[in-house]
């Protein structure tokens, strides 16, 4: 929502632990061009950063990662997100009661 862009969510594992978002356009790389020596760059990797941040923010601990980039040849821009584990929203020992 915030990149402008459209997104669908795809290939999600039968448990719910992953699955795939699918960008047809990724606003970060429309006017970047990779040397052939940078093909290893994930140019557009703050966006795994985004998600992971958001979703450590609601106590979920996730991998993301550019599984296609349209920047190294592919058709669409594809992120995995694997979920690792919730975490328990736990109070400090400050605010326990005695």
Do not use: H, W
């Amino acid at each position: 929502m915030f990149l402008g862009t459209d997104c669908s969510v795809e290939n999600m594992a039968a448990d719910g632990s992953s699955f795939s978002l699918v960008m047809p356009d990724n606003v970060l790389a429309t006017f970047v061009e990779l040397p052939p020596s940078l093909e290893d760059l994930k140019y557009s990797n703050i966006i795994c950063g985004v998600i992971r941040g958001a979703l450590m923010m609601i106590n979920m601990t996730v991998q993301a990662e550019f599984v296609k980039d349209v920047l190294v040849g592919d058709e669409t821009n594809e992120i995995k997100v694997t979920l690792e584990k919730i975490t328990a929203d736990e109070v400090g020992d400050v605010f326990k009661d005695e």
